[in-house]
């Protein structure tokens, strides 16, 4: 087989993406040769076979083998994948064929809470107190014996779907049937049987930070901490702004990066991005959850860093090309990030019903340090609110000086906007 | 006028923006400029390479759809600002913003842009569109200027989570297979209209 003169990545991307765009354009920005693989075939699988294949991501080892026998013709320099289920089976891939990446266990590891949870607890890094706990339990007894306040939590949806506080018996047995439904929901319940299974653990109070990371040969490296200001104290998890960089104090902030180096290391995560959610109080940092992924959603456009040129200026490299460039071993210049402060509201859904309109983009656009405001959500959408729900029905983007400048734009900008319901 | 004009930017990246304006921006088909002197005749146009330190490359106009890449690291909330000014101005002054295409222009190397055109279309409607049309899909061709494809995506492809996958891997690598001549391939849907797209972005 000849070598091919460009490196090619093998990127695994659900249908269900917000992020197609992003790697993609990063891909043709850093002439890396493309292959996309989704779960469902693209149209154009079989006019262009080495730049579109399907993997059965249901079954990571299978996709492994479905990607071995594309590599056997088309030269793979790397793979990565965007959602937690890519990630697995990007581990599987990476195994099989050599390739950088983490073992599947890390994966598996990173994509399950309560495997996480055990793994996390067995390492010494602090997690809330958690049970598991099957739907068909006595859910009475249940709360009858439970600490208060908790959160229910299902084992692999993202975006906080099902993510419930519960604050006494009464709250933990309405709390659990929420879940119970969600989780029956046949769509859900097809995923495989961790839909049975609902984690509790304990309510940590105290603000939350999101950390973004990218690790090479075990270290995590920092790409950006997040403050996430409006409290996310419950009952439900629907999250809002992400602002860097973070205002807490530098010892908070260095103990958090400690933390997340520890997780890195307690699940055996090795190579590629991390995301992951702590929380901050004067118990110090506790790890609530981290993905083997970059963040989701659009946000990673609020990211760009250096590409070797420190402070401002030219030759930004986003998220999406750092990670593409780690995954086929192409030089990384800088993992340093802009010097300004960046943030982005993941707009809440501002109710129950179908999108009719959205009013006032122009002028949220408007808003003295607004960049962008993107609604994708499209006419005709039924929004969902949380618990049940996890779409943002769209994202604003700020950059600015300081952090408290690109939260207000933010806010006035939201402030801004009217979605018309039907 | 100028309150009457509204005016909406959708950044796709930091170098390409399209702007929808409420008011015909210019009915005679798509306009692509691929430099200054390009738009010299063209206020519209020339007044969007203007803008200091934008370092604007290109500007596409058809419709209400005004698209502006630039070279410079300026966000576009900087630079989104002068290219709304411009238009408003342009369509303030009364006189045609855009300059009417010029019959017969030629890319170097001798290949038209009416060849290319005809090529593309028989590639879209034996090929593409008959692939796209099984997700409900459409694609129109809506130009070829300096051997540079305008399109615009519809039903199924419009707003869908895919479509810049259907985009670059599917449609651009078809067309470098079977017209190589085409040098590049702009996208001018608004895909943020679209109603009913094939794969909507769930996750987070």
Not at chain 1, 64 to 75: K, L, N, P, V
Not at chain 2, 29 to 55: K, Y
Request: glycine content about 8%.
């Amino acid at each position: 087989m000849p070598c091919p003169s460009k490196p090619r990545l093998l990127l695994l991307l659900p249908t269900a993406t917000y992020r197609a765009a992003a790697f993609v354009e990063a891909a043709r920005r850093l002439g890396v040769e493309l292959t996309v693989a989704s779960e469902l075939p693209s149209t154009f699988q079989q006019a262009q076979p080495d730049r579109l294949v399907t993997l059965d991501f249901s079954d990571p080892e299978r996709a492994a083998q479905q990607a071995y026998q594309f590599a056997r013709t088309h030269a793979i320099a790397g793979v990565t994948g965007v959602d937690d289920t890519a990630a697995v089976v990007a581990a599987a891939i990476a195994e099989r064929l050599g390739l950088r990446g983490n073992p599947v266990s890390a994966a598996l590891a990173a994509r399950d809470k309560h495997l996480q949870r055990k793994e996390l607890a067995r390492r010494g890094v602090p997690v809330p107190r958690f049970e598991l706990h099957e739907l068909g339990e006595d859910v009475s007894d249940l709360a009858a014996r439970m600490h208060y306040p908790c959160v229910l939590k299902p084992l692999r949806l993202s975006a906080s779907r099902g993510v419930i506080r519960a604050d006494d018996p009464p709250g933990f047995v309405a709390a659990f049937a929420r879940l119970q439904q969600i989780l029956e929901q046949p769509d859900v319940a097809a995923c495989g049987g961790w839909t049975r299974y609902v984690l509790v653990e304990d309510f940590v109070p105290g603000p939350e930070v999101a950390l973004e990371g990218l690790v090479i040969e075990g270290r995590l490296h920092v790409l950006a901490l997040f403050d996430k200001p409006d409290p996310l104290d419950g009952p439900f998890f629907e999250e809002t702004i992400y602002l860097t960089p973070s205002r807490l104090p530098e010892p908070a902030r260095r103990v958090i990066v400690e933390c997340g180096q520890a997780a890195v290391a307690a699940l055996g995560v090795r190579e590629g991005p991390i995301h992951a959610e702590l929380r901050y109080n004067a118990g110090g940092p506790w790890l609530i959850e981290l993905a083997a992924r970059s963040i989701g959603g659009r946000c990673s456009a609020v990211l760009r860093f250096t590409a070797g040129e420190r402070g401002r200026g030219k030759g930004c490299a986003s998220l999406e090309e750092l990670i593409i460039r780690h995954a086929v071993g192409l030089p990384i210049p800088s993992l340093e990030r802009e010097q300004c402060a960046a943030g982005v509201v993941m707009i809440p859904v501002p109710g129950a019903g179908v999108l009719r309109e959205v009013r006032g983009i122009a002028e949220a656009r408007a808003v003295p340090l607004v960049e962008d405001v993107v609604i994708t959500a499209h006419p005709d959408q039924p929004l969902v609110p949380w618990p049940e729900g996890s779409r943002y029905p769209g994202f604003i983007f700020a950059r600015g000086e300081t952090p408290e400048a690109v939260e207000a734009a933010l806010r006035a900008a939201h402030g801004r906007l009217t979605f018309v319901l039907g | 006028m100028d309150a009457e004009i509204r005016i909406t930017a959708e950044p796709i990246d930091n170098a390409h923006c399209k702007f929808l304006v409420s008011l015909p921006v210019h009915s005679g088909g798509v306009r692509r400029f691929a430099s200054s002197e390009a738009a010299r005749g063209s206020p519209l146009a020339e007044a969007i390479f203007a803008i200091p330190g934008a370092e604007v490359t290109e500007v596409i106009v058809s419709g209400n759809l005004v698209t502006v890449v630039k070279r410079s690291a300026a966000p576009w909330q900087a630079v989104g600002k002068s290219v709304g000014a411009a238009i408003r101005s342009a369509l303030a002054s009364g006189r045609a913003a855009v300059a009417p295409k010029p019959a017969g222009a030629a890319v170097p190397g001798g290949v038209d842009d009416d060849a290319l055109y005809d090529r593309v279309a028989e590639l879209f409607d034996a090929q593409v569109n008959p692939m796209v049309a099984r997700h409900g899909g459409r694609v129109e061709l809506i130009d070829v200027q300096d051997a540079v494809v305008m399109l615009r995506m519809a039903g199924g492809c419009q707003g869908c989570g895919m479509a810049d996958v259907t985009l670059r891997q599917g449609i651009e690598a078809m067309l470098q297979q079977s017209v190589p001549e085409v040098k590049g391939i702009v996208d001018i849907t608004d895909h943020t209209a679209g109603t009913n797209p094939y794969f909507a972005a769930a996750k987070k």
